[in-house]
Each structure stands twice: as structure tokens, then as C-alpha cells.
């Protein structure tokens, strides 16, 4: 079982080599036709950019994005500079350098790679999948008989922040860079899932379907981790198959199938304040001009933040949407679950957290505050402020560098739940409910807490679940998910996640349940 | 101000001085030569396992203590001079107390084997027990089998613990089944199977007789009363605790097993108390034992002492007896008394039921005349505490239990219920009708 364990870690470590040096490798080659296409759908304008790019890059071979990307982005910035010099602003181009050359890298490259799509697409995705699952499915057999199987944890490099920690720290980091900075070093990623990309929408893939490809199937193997690790506990194979669930069909095929059907992109579980361009003017035009399935994801989007979202917190606390159907929720709870334990339990770090989801929350509504005046009253100045540079700050700030490049690329360093613990606004709402009108709760189970610190230390959140049990109280706190692992880790059976009436949901014990009832009394109804 | 000071900072030092004070202004110092900070001693083995780093088990961040002016000396006492007021630390320094705490907590029997002070022989209580089984027995390669003599709660979390590093483990158990003298039998016999799931070679109705040590005057051997010798690198003693009151003798304060008090936690000395495991009873209370060597009584003892000592004259009564504790992979609660056959009295009747396939029973002790609900062992199911502390408090019959069962019912959501089979054993044993009622937060909460 060990050497099967060996030889798919090995199997592994060469597809996600051969994944990670695409990037670096390929040829590219622009010829006059392709780019005369691509002028004419893109409606470029840009004589000096055509004539650049024709003079420079047409009918030439790149080894490597590194020789082929810095021709583009800097004929497209020396392009944009000159004409606002001369201030003829019909020809500067607003597509970003580098997603400029990534569209051009796209259609120029040319190789091996291109032209084995499948094969490439198996020593990549392939072997890593497969190399994964030899790793992780021998623990059926490995981790003995079911039950908390934490074992190591603390002596693993791995899980303990040693160098394989900061590795994959690296790695998840680039990852996010190149996703969101660099898409022209992706090119080489969407050859592999375009057959996969034409097969569902009927187009070629991008970045973004790459980067939804690579989500499904990262929780899709690190489901079935979870599903070996917690085989004893019932919740936990609920809670992983719901996460899954509306990740692959509500994130990824129900969207791409729409654009498809010619209707908009749309995530129908993806909630306003956490889809946080939902009422950006590019997206509200697109919707009205949609018809009516535009119309019907206007209202859905608005009924579900507004109703639907607030409704299920009453009735099942904040974890409905958290731990059982967001999509970040669901990556942290797979792939993250190997790192849960690094969320700092700290006071001063419950302080730091406050502070930021809830300014984050601010932010995103001051924001759409703006850009929903800016929309009716047509304007694009708000106050004396420019609603694009807002939105751009935002998206660049939170949506790119939070979410993405802090959110994950963290995991191994802080935890799988930063930016649902310090950064979602949709969390900050969620949570205002829960922890003010609902009828969820962790239920401390009377006395029987032993201090041990199991809960506390296996909390994605960063909760001192501790604090809570040993003193006999319930957890009602407003970041709790409910992902359900403090209650499956307790060894003496403390804590149950329920649902139950608002009337006793807090209740401050100081005296605890065991000791003499007339002390508890007189003590705990003062 | 008055000078309370407290030797001992485990689960009652600490509450005592917790609760001191919530309810006052006075002067408090923690005295302790084991840690700087407290600690959960529950949860030493999960250190060894990996499962949490040492900072993990202390419940307070270290600024707590400050913040709440509680003083922690690391010192050790030798002795007390209760005339003067004072403490001797072992370093010559004198501390002047005007109340005194002790709670000193209890260390690992040792019965006087030979050779039972070897390198590599120890029990698993403080934390340098912990360094030790990290010293003695790091891995499967320098301990190439550890022995483990006394079948208690102590002895099956140490085997968990040396299991998770692959270490070969005898475990030496005297009885005839596994802590038979606490658990019936049938809960017993489960427990069996589950130490020889976990490929722990288990050793029942087998005493130790001698330690042997090696040239370094480490452990090489054991040898048992059935003539094998067994080789091993490390030896885990774990049969019981006492209390840790040996700096008492000659100081004027009565001890027997450990440091006799009343129900107010008062030893015969003024001002001078003591809680936790290393106090006496004169008079057990109920069918509880003078000396209460568990957590949870050690911290209702804190409670009760704080209050006593900010002057609320308190007796320690503790309500209905609880506990838990975990056999490997298996959960276990109890709630009320439920007794042994070794144990029980006549009229103590057992009603158990046990899963046919999983690691699940539980057992429930009746009164064979009047039915009364006496008390309930659960194992791989959870279990309410305030459910059964009222149902207790309200004396009902076992009947009422079984009925409404589903509403003492603790696991998590999603897991397979057993109540319907329970009750359907207990309908076909008493020859009831019994059908359980569906769970309601309405009872569950009292509400109207």
C-alpha cells in the first residue's frame, strides 16, 4: 500500500512538472492571415499597433511565451501612449496588454503542444489526477479503522508548515499571478481543455475556463480524500458531496451551457455582495439586453441576496451557503482541509479579522452604491470620483489579490479559510444574521468539555471553540461556517451543530452543569 | 489585600483562581514547577500524536494571566509552616500566603515492582511524562515494543498514543476484561475487541511481576506472573494515580490517602483548602469515592472554593455523577450510576443493547423494583448532559427514558439513529409497548 502510495506521489510530481514548466515552453507563430482576422474581429483600430505587430511579430517563431509576449504589450502600450499624445482616442485600445497577448499567444501558437491536445491534456490533468487518487485511496486501508484520523499532523513538513508548505505556497501563488496578471503564460493551459471548453460552450477556452476546469477537479480528488478521512462521520460526506455538487453543475457546466444557448454567463449561486460585479454597468446592459432570461437573472440575483440569503441563515445559520454551496467554501473544505489548522486563534487576530471583512463588506457596497447611481444617472463621475477607478481598485484589490492570490495561495501558510474568515463581504453579511437572528447554533453539551483543545485548534475560522465549550456556553459567533469539524473532532462529544428555537440559543453559564444545582442557580441568574 | 495562593495550576488551581476572581479584588498566585502556563492534561496525547502542538492544550493565551492579575510562579513547595503563614520553595525562598490552596493533583501508582525506577519506566500524567514518552519512545526504531501495565482510561490513551507511531504495544491488564470494574460486562467485552482491532496485543487476567534494566540502568525486559518475559524499550505504568501530597508529611495537616477535607474543601488547618485529585473526602459523598481523580470534579471543586473563599460559605455538592472518555476510536459518556457486576448491588438491573455490526451499545441501569432511571453508559452514541440531569433530577422510571430517548440524542446531524432498534430490544425484554417519541425542542428546552 506504502509503494502504491510512492508511486502515485511520483506520478503526481510529473504531471504537475509537466503543468507547471507550459508556461515557459511552446512555439508561437502569428501569420498575416491570423492576424488580419483577429484585426477585423477585434475591430482594432490602432494603425501603430497593426503596423507593429506586423513588422515585429507576423510570420516570425517565438520559442517561448517569454520571447512572444513583450512584442505585444509593448506595441499595444507604445501604441495607447501615442495616440492620447495626439489625442485621437477612437484608436487607443482598451484591452489590457497582457490579456492582449494572451488572446494573440492564443491563436499563434503553434507545436506539439497544439497539435496533441489530448495527449497533453493526460500528462498533465491526467497524471495528476491519477497520481492523486493512488496517493489518497490506499488511506482506506492505511488509516486503520474508522474514526479522527489527525495522526502526524504536526509531525508532517506537509501539514506543518515546513519547506513542502512554503512549496506549494509558491506554486498556488504563481498560479494566482499568472490567472489574474499574466493570462498570456496561460496560453499553454487552455490547449489542454479547449476540446473540453468547444464540447460544453463551443468555444475555445480561456484562462478562466482553465482556472473553472482545474477547481472542479482539485475538489473532485480532494472530495474523495475527505470522504476516506471522514467515513465515520455522516455530516462531513453530506456537507463534501453538496459542495461538489454545486460546484460542477452550478458553477461550471450550468454557466458554460448558457453560453451556449447563446444567454449570458451566470452562476445562479453565486450571491451579490461575493459576486461583487453583479451591478456593474457592463453587466447590468448585458442582462437588459439579454431578454428575458437576463430579466430573470436580474430578479434571481437580487431575491437570492436580499431574501433567499437571509431566510436560509435564519433557519440553518450562515453555513447553508458557506460550507454546504460557495464555491470558495467548497475548495477550502477539500483542498484546504489538509491546512484547516493554521487559522490563528488569537485574540488580536479576531480583532484584525473584524476590521477587515467588515471594512471589505463596506467597501463593496460604498461601490455599488456608486455604480448604480452612476448607471441611472448615466454618469460615469460620482462625488467627483471615478466610478471605473473604484470598480477597478476593487476588483484588482479584493477580487484579484484577496480572494485569489491571498485567499488560496495562503492555505498552507494561514489556513483554508482566509478570505472567507477576513475578506468576503457575502461572509460579513451571512454573518450579521447568524449571529443576530437565527436559529443555528454549536450546542455545548452541558459539562462534559475537557479543555483539550481539539476543537479549537481543527477551526478553519479561527474561533476559539474552546473558550465557548469549556465554560459550558453555546458558540454563536457570526464567522462559524459550520463546516461541523470541531464537533466531529471533540473526544468527549461536547458539540453538536443544530438548529433550534432563538429562545436559550445564548446561554452564559459561569457555574457549569454537574456541580451543585442550588450554586449553579444562584450563580447563573445574576 | 488579601494573599490567596494556589499551589498547583491543572484544572483546579486554575478555576479556583478563576473564579476568585470574578468575585473579588483579592491578591491570587498560582504556584507550579511543572509549567510556566496551564495546560490541558487531557490532551498531552494528542501532542505525542501529532494531532495538536503543546501551545494547542493551554486554554489562555499568555497575556490572560497578567491581564487578569493572576501571578504564576514557577517554583516548587517543599514544605509549609501553616503557623507563620509560609511556603518553602525549593530554591530557599519563602512565600506568605493568608489562604491557602492546595491542588497538587495526583501522580502515577507505583506498587514497588523491582526495577520500577529504570530509564524508560514512567507513567503519563505531567508534562514531563510527555517529554519522557517523546524521549523513550519516538518512534518504531528505538522502541521496538512498549509495555503498558494497567487497564484504566490512562493505559488505553497511552497505547493510542504509541499505536500512532507504530510502536508494538503489551498491554497488561490484571483483570479478566477490560476496566471490568467500572463497565459491565457487555461494554467491556466490546472495548476488548476494539484494543485487539487496533492491533494491540492485549494481555487480560496478566500482572506484572519485575522490571528488568540493562547495563544503563534502562528498561530491557518485563516479566509477567504467567512466566513470559517480554522485551521492550519502554514501560508505561498506568495503573491508577495518587495524590502528589508527599511535601505534606509533618506539616500539621491530616492526610490520609490524600489531604483530608470537608464538604466545604477546609482541611483541619484554618485557611488552608484543598480541591482536585489530591483531596480527601472524610465522607464520600454518595456513591461517589472520597478521592475523585477525574476532571470534571476537579473543576467543580475550583468553582465550589472560589466561592467559599469570597465569602459564600459553600459545600461542594456535586450534582448527578457524569464522565466521559474516549477508547480509541470509540466515544464513551455516562450519566447517573451504572455499576459493574463486580460492583452493583442486587437491585441494580442492566438493560443493554449493542449495534450487530459497529462499536456501538449502551447500557441502562434500573432500580428492580421500582424501575427508577439509576444511570446510563453510552458508547459511539452522544448524549445529552441536561437530559439525563433533569431525567435524574426528576427520578423517572426507565420506562419514560426509553420513550424519550430521541430527544437525549447528541450526534451530529445525518448519523443513523438507533433508538427504534433500543427501544425495540427493551419492548421485547420488559415486555413493554413502548414507541419512542419523536424528538422536541419544546421538552429539550422546556418551553411551554
Not at chain 1, 490547449?191 to 475556463?209: C, E, K
Amino acid at each position: 500500500m506504502k509503494i502504491i502510495k510512492n508511486i502515485g506521489l511520483i506520478i503526481f510530481l510529473m504531471g504537475l512538472t509537466i503543468f507547471a514548466a507550459l508556461p515557459v515552453v511552446g512555439t508561437y507563430s502569428l501569420s498575416p492571415k491570423q492576424f488580419g482576422d483577429f484585426v477585423g474581429q477585434k475591430g482594432i483600430k490602432s494603425d501603430l499597433f497593426i503596423s507593429d505587430i506586423q513588422e515585429n511579430v507576423v510570420g516570425q517563431n517565438f520559442e517561448g511565451m517569454f520571447s512572444f509576449a513583450p512584442k505585444v504589450t509593448h506595441a499595444l502600450d507604445a501604441a495607447n501612449a501615442q495616440h492620447r499624445k495626439n489625442k485621437e482616442y477612437k484608436k487607443i485600445i482598451y484591452t489590457k496588454p497582457h490579456d492582449m497577448a494572451a488572446e494573440l499567444g492564443k491563436i499563434s501558437g503553434s507545436g506539439f503542444i497544439v497539435e496533441n491536445k489530448g495527449l497533453m491534456w493526460f500528462l498533465t490533468f491526467g497524471l495528476g489526477i491519477i497520481g492523486a487518487l493512488m496517493f489518497i485511496l490506499p488511506n482506506v486501508v492505511l488509516l486503520g479503522k474508522k474514526g479522527i484520523k489527525n495522526n502526524g499532523i504536526y509531525h508532517e513538513n506537509a501539514t506543518n508548515r515546513g519547506w513542502i508548505a512554503w512549496m506549494v505556497f509558491i506554486f498556488l501563488v504563481s498560479f494566482y499571478l499568472i490567472l489574474y496578471f499574466r493570462s498570456e503564460y496561460a496560453v499553454n493551459w487552455t490547449y489542454l481543455v479547449d476540446p473540453i471548453s468547444q464540447s460544453l460552450s463551443g468555444n475555445l477556452a480561456g484562462q478562466w475556463f482553465v482556472y473553472g476546469f482545474m477547481y472542479c477537479v482539485v475538489m473532485v480528488v480532494m472530495a474523495v480524500r475527505m470522504y476516506i478521512k471522514y467515513r465515520h462521520n455522516m455530516y462531513q460526506m453530506v456537507r463534501t458531496t453538496s459542495v461538489l455538487f454545486f460546484q460542477i453543475v452550478f458553477a461550471f457546466l450550468i454557466p458554460e451551457i448558457m453560453v451556449r444557448l447563446q444567454m449570458p454567463y451566470y452562476d445562479f449561486k453565486n450571491a451579490f455582495p461575493l459576486d461583487y460585479d453583479f451591478f456593474f454597468q457592463w453587466n447590468l446592459k448585458s442582462l437588459l439586453n439579454s431578454g428575458g432570461i437576463g430579466l430573470f437573472i436580474l430578479v434571481w440575483g437580487i431575491v437570492l441576496t436580499v431574501v433567499i440569503v437571509p431566510v436560509m441563515v435564519y433557519f440553518f445559520g450562515k453555513r447553508w451557503y458557506c460550507s454546504w454551496v460557495c464555491g470558495c467554501g467548497g475548495l477550502a473544505e477539500t483542498l484546504g482541509d489538509p491546512y484547516r489548522q493554521h487559522s490563528s486563534k488569537s485574540l488580536f487576530s479576531w480583532k484584525v479579522e473584524r476590521w477587515l471583512i467588515h471594512g471589505v463588506l463596506l467597501f463593496a457596497l460604498v461601490m455599488t452604491g456608486f455604480t448604480l447611481y452612476g448607471f441611472f444617472a448615466e454618469t460615469g463621475t460620482v462625488l467627483g470620483i471615478k466610478v471605473q477607478s473604484i470598480m477597478d481598485t476593487y476588483s484588482f484589490l479584493i477580487g484579484a489579490v484577496f480572494a485569489g492570490v491571498i485567499g488560496t495561495g495562503f492555505y498552507p501558510i494561514f489556513g483554508n479559510r482566509v478570505w472567507c474568515r477576513f475578506g468576503c463581504p457575502l461572509a460579513a453579511y451571512l454573518g450579521f444574521v447568524q449571529r443576530f437572528k437565527s436559529r443555528f447554533r454549536i450546542t455545548t453539551n452541558g459539562g462534559q468539555c475537557i479543555s483539550c483543545g481539539n476543537c479549537s485548534t481543527y477551526c478553519e475560522q479561527g474561533i476559539d471553540v474552546r473558550a465557548y465549550a469549556q465554560k459550558g456556553e453555546n458558540i454563536v459567533r457570526s464567522s462559524c461556517v459550520g463546516c461541523g469539524v470541531c464537533s466531529a473532532v471533540c473526544p468527549r462529544g461536547v458539540l453538536k451543530l443544530e438548529n433550534g428555537p432563538e429562545q436559550g440559543r445564548i446561554n452564559p453559564t459561569e457555574i457549569l452543569l454537574g456541580n451543585d444545582p442550588d450554586l449553579m442557580e444562584l450563580v447563573n441568574r445574576k | 489585600m488579601e494573599h490567596i495562593v494556589i499551589i498547583g495550576n491543572g484544572i483546579s488551581g486554575v478555576t479556583a483562581a478563576r473564579h476568585i476572581r470574578k468575585l473579588s479584588d483579592k491578591r491570587i498566585s498560582i504556584i507550579s514547577a511543572e509549567t510556566d502556563f496551564f495546560f490541558s492534561r487531557t490532551a498531552l496525547m494528542y501532542v505525542y500524536m501529532g494531532h495538536m502542538k503543546f501551545e494547542h492544550t493551554q486554554p489562555y493565551e499568555d497575556w490572560f494571566w497578567k491581564k487578569n492579575r493572576i501571578d504564576l510562579v514557577n517554583a516548587y513547595v517543599e514544605g509549609i509552616d501553616h503557623k507563620e503563614k509560609t511556603l518553602r520553595l525549593k530554591d530557599g525562598a519563602d512565600i506568605r500566603y493568608d489562604r491557602l490552596i492546595i491542588a497538587t493533583g495526583s501522580k502515577p501508582n507505583k506498587f514497588g515492582w523491582p526495577g520500577q525506577d529504570s530509564k524508560g519506566v514512567q507513567g503519563l500524567y505531567s508534562k514531563q511524562d510527555l517529554d519522557g514518552v517523546e524521549k523513550y519512545a519516538p518512534n518504531n526504531k528505538t522502541c521496538k515494543r512498549a509495555v503498558i501495565v494497567g487497564g484504566g482510561l490512562i493505559g488505553i490513551e497511552l497505547a493510542e498514543m504509541l499505536r500512532s507511531r507504530n510502536i508494538p504495544v503489551t498491554f497488561l491488564v490484571r483483570e479478566n476484561s477490560f476496566w471490568n470494574g467500572v463497565l459491565p460486562s457487555g461494554e467491556s467485552q466490546m472495548i476488548n475487541e476494539h484494543i485487539l482491532e487496533h492491533h494491540i496485543d492485549l494481555r487480560l487476567a496478566t500482572n506484572l511481576t519485575e522490571i528488568l534494566p540493562d547495563e544503563h540502568g534502562r528498561v530491557k525486559a518485563i516479566k509477567t506472573d504467567k512466566g513470559d518475559v517480554i522485551e521492550c524499550e519502554f514501560v508505561g505504568l498506568t495503573a491508577g494515580v495518587s495524590p502528589n501530597i508527599d511535601f505534606l508529611k509533618d506539616s500539621g495537616i491530616e492526610i490520609g490517602r490524600g489531604v483530608k477535607v470537608n464538604r466545604l474543601l477546609e482541611t483541619n488547618i484554618t485557611d488552608i483548602y484543598a480541591i482536585g485529585d489530591c483531596a480527601e473526602q472524610h465522607e464520600a459523598i454518595g456513591n461517589r469515592r472520597p478521592i475523585e481523580a477525574v476532571w470534571y470534579t476537579g473543576r467543580m471543586m475550583g468553582e465550589t472554593v472560589a466561592q467559599t473563599i469570597c465569602g459564600n460559605k459553600t459545600e461542594y455538592k456535586p450534582g448527578h455523577w457524569f464522565n466521559s472518555a474516549k477508547f480509541l476510536d470509540v466515544e464513551y459518556q455516562t450519566y447517573g450510576w451504572v455499576f459493574s457486576e463486580r460492583t452493583k448491588k442486587d437491585s441494580e438491573k442492566h438493560f443493554h443493547w449493542r449495534h450487530p455490526k459497529e462499536k456501538i451499545c449502551i447500557t441502562v441501569a434500573y432500580h428492580s423494583d421500582t424501575n427508577k432511571f439509576l444511570g446510563i453508559n453510552t458508547f459511539g452514541i452522544r448524549m445529552r448532559h441536561e437530559i439525563f440531569d433533569r431525567w435524574l433530577t426528576e427520578e423517572r422510571n426507565v420506562e419514560y427514558v426509553m420513550e424519550y430517548l430521541k430527544d437525549a440524542n447528541f450526534d451530529p446531524e445525518f448519523y443513523a439513529q438507533y433508538e427504534t432498534d433500543i427501544v425495540a430490544k427493551f419492548n421485547t425484554e420488559m415486555g413493554t409497548s413502548i414507541t419512542p417519541k419523536k424528538k422536541s425542542w419544546k421538552r429539550i428546552f422546556k418551553i411551554a
